[in-house]
């Protein structure tokens, strides 16, 4: 199963992806965990991509290709993948398409749809544990109150990117940007549509559905 997840920052992508990952064995790419872990580490990755990410803006195209070309040859890759935060620009779907060759090609691009008010709203009230990345929301899944993760005991933090000002920005970022994508693979007739506003358990069982349905063509 070779997935792209599409949709704005905070549609639920990650958080369908991880699970998924459990369910079918095949790894959930984050490029952006792998750019906040390269940040943490100090890597050269990590030191050309740390201010980039806190504005909110997108790092370069040719960063995240070369991150994802390396990425996809390792061997976990072999029976499948699901793609969270990547491509986020038609330049790097191309990119996508040609690394991949038509014997690997992307088979379904599911894009969760979330309004933009829902947006803004599970962003700025988003938690992340610093250690493990788990996702907490103060509204809906507030983390303990010892402040301590429940999953590893890291610290929960609330990402400088998930503040309001930098939410704002990188919504028009996805608007410009990220949005034509849907296009693209619908074009290619990838394009599957979740209703991700619905609670959690909710968009989990559509999405189950979708994998089935897309499974038994
Ligand atoms: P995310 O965790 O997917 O919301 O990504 C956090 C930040 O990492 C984004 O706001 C970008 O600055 C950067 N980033 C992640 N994935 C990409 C990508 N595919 N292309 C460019 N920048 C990315």
Known sequence: MRLVFLGAPGSGKGTQAVWLQGRFGIPQISTGDILRKAVTEGTELGKKADSIMKSGALVS??????????????PDCARGFI???????????????AMLGPARAIQSAIFFEV???EIIRRLTSRRTCAQCG????????????????GSCGGAIIQR???????????????????????EFYYKQKKLYIL???????????????????????
Do not use: H, W
């Open 61 to 74: 195209d040719e960063l995240i290709i070369a991150l994802m070309r390396e990425r996809l040859g390792q």
């Open 83 to 97: 793609l969270d935060g990547f491509p986020r620009t038609i330049a790097q779907g191309e990119s996508l398409d």
């Open 115 to 117: 309004s933009e008010a």
């Open 134 to 149: 788990r996702i907490y929301n103060i509204l809906s899944d507030p983390p303990p109150a010892s402040g301590a993760c």
């Open 160 to 182: 400088k990117d998930d503040s309001e000002e930098t939410v704002l920005s990188r919504l028009k970022v996805y608007e410009e940007k990220t949005a034509p994508l849907k």
């Open 195 to 217: 209703r991700a506003e619905q609670p959690v358990e909710r968009v989990r069982a559509e999405l189950e559905a979708l994998l089935a349905g897309l499974q038994a063509v």
